[in-house]
Structures are given as structure tokens and as C-alpha cells.
């Protein structure tokens, strides 16, 4: 394993602290390298701002949030510009908390989150992951996805966030059959306890491309009027996707 190696799995440990402070064992146990080791590649991360310190405990380095600020914008501030106005309707008539999100892998990455004030802790914010199974807005993506996509999440040991999500391949098979027949998908405090949203796929020739989902403290965001909202949402969208799509190409 050479430096370069050593020194990126260790800025991926600290990507995944969420901005607390770490201590030496910790990162040296999570980043499988020995302590003397993690504290030669800390000290050099430290020197280039990558690293931060808070006495004798390590945390996300000014240079590292620039670095990744720079990717954020370059990859997702098109998809987000071009659904503000889409999500604020959805808000607006809802109340809920509304989330715009894009498939990684098997998880959810949340591009934008809109909630009001003193709004419902939703375990989620803007630039992190889910498992989107556990997800409306990620079940509904992954329903519409390729057969081999499919394949390989219903193959997979499922994630469990909390007693209420889809812990059986076949239930999944099942979810996803009824997604793609309603066009949205429901999570009943599969995420978290208390937790109820509506999610519906944003699609481009068929594929999805992102989702959209309101949600809150109360089952009636899993109300057919709520998932009427979320179906219009995500026409909304599309539409706007296929305008910007056609203007960038000058048609």
C-alpha cells in the first residue's frame, strides 16, 4: 500500500466523522494502518491544511472542505439550480421537508433539502448518503433502474436503519413492482422511527436521473393526496430537465 494510499483512506475515515474531532487510535484503527504510520501521514495532511487539530484530537482541514466544495458545485449546482422553483412548489403545498436527491451506488446522495423552521429531524442533509432501499425517493429510483441494478440490490444484504425497513430480497422484488404501477414509493418509518415520506423518480428516456420527496412527523405523508403532489413534482421536473437539456444543446 504506498503513501498516496495510506493518506487517502485516511481523509476517507475523516470524510465519514461528520465534522466531529478524532483521536490518533480511532483513525488508525478505522484507516487499518499502525498508529506511527497515521501519525507521520496526519502530520504531513496537517501541513497542507488537509487535517485539522484540536489538541491532541484531528478533524476536517479547511483545504479538504474547499477541495470538496469545488467538486459539489461542479457536479450537482445545474441539477439543483434548474429544481429550486420545483421544489419550493412542492414545499409550499405540503409543509413538509422536501429532498432532491441522485443514486450513488446503492445509496442515496441528498443534492438539496428544503424544511421549515423548528421542521422535522429527518436524518439527512445536504451532501450526505442513505441507503436508498430505506429511502422513498431512493426505492423509487432504484425501481426504475436497469435490470442488472436491480439485480444486484436484491442480491445484496439489505440495510436495516431502523424495524421497519424491507429486510427480504422478495419484499423488495415486491416494493418495486408497486413503484413502478403507482410511480411512487412510500417510506413508513424505514429511515427513521416516526418518519413517514412520499418519493417519486425524475426520468429521462426511461432511466431516472433523480428523486424527489416531501415527508415529516406524520402518516399523512404516506396519503394518496401527498403522493399526488410528489407525482406532479416530479412531472414538474422532468419537464424543466428536458427544457434546460434542449436549450444547452441549442435546439
Not at 48 to 54: H, K, L, N, S, V
Request: charged residues 25%; hydrophobic residues 40%; glycine residues 12%.
Amino acid at each position: 500500500m504506498s503513501s498516496v494510499s495510506k493518506a487517502l483512506s485516511l481523509l476517507e475515515v475523516m470524510s465519514r466523522t461528520e465534522g466531529r474531532t478524532v483521536g490518533i487510535s480511532e483513525l488508525a484503527a478505522a484507516a487499518e494502518l499502525p498508529k506511527s504510520t497515521t501519525h507521520r501521514l496526519l502530520k504531513a495532511l496537517e501541513g497542507r491544511g488537509f487535517i485539522g487539530r484540536a489538541g491532541s484530537r484531528y478533524r476536517m482541514g479547511e483545504r479538504f472542505i474547499e477541495l470538496g466544495s469545488a467538486v459539489w458545485r461542479f457536479e450537482y449546482d445545474e441539477l439543483r439550480e434548474c429544481s429550486v422553483s420545483t421544489l419550493e412548489w412542492l414545499f409550499e403545498r405540503t409543509g413538509g421537508t422536501v429532498h432532491l436527491g441522485v443514486l450513488v451506488g446503492t445509496q442515496v446522495l441528498y443534492v438539496e433539502k428544503i424544511t421549515g423552521r423548528g421542521g422535522c429531524a429527518i436524518p439527512s442533509r445536504v451532501g450526505a448518503r442513505m441507503p436508498a432501499t430505506c429511502t422513498g425517493l431512493g426505492k423509487a429510483m432504484l425501481a426504475h433502474s436497469s435490470d442488472d441494478v436491480i439485480e444486484a440490490v436484491l442480491r445484496s444484504p439489505l440495510p436495516r436503519r431502523t424495524a421497519s425497513s424491507i429486510a427480504q430480497g422478495r419484499g423488495l422484488e415486491q416494493e418495486f413492482a408497486r413503484i413502478r404501477e403507482t410511480g411512487v414509493a412510500y417510506d413508513r418509518e424505514e429511515a427513521r422511527a416516526g418518519v413517514f415520506c412520499v418519493g417519486a423518480a425524475v426520468r429521462s428516456a426511461g432511466w431516472p436521473i433523480a428523486g424527489i420527496s416531501v415527508g415529516g412527523p406524520a402518516r399523512q405523508f404516506g396519503t394518496e393526496s401527498y403522493a399526488n403532489l410528489v407525482r406532479e413534482a416530479a412531472v414538474r421536473l422532468t419537464r424543466r430537465f428536458e427544457t434546460a437539456s434542449l436549450q444547452a444543446a441549442g435546439i
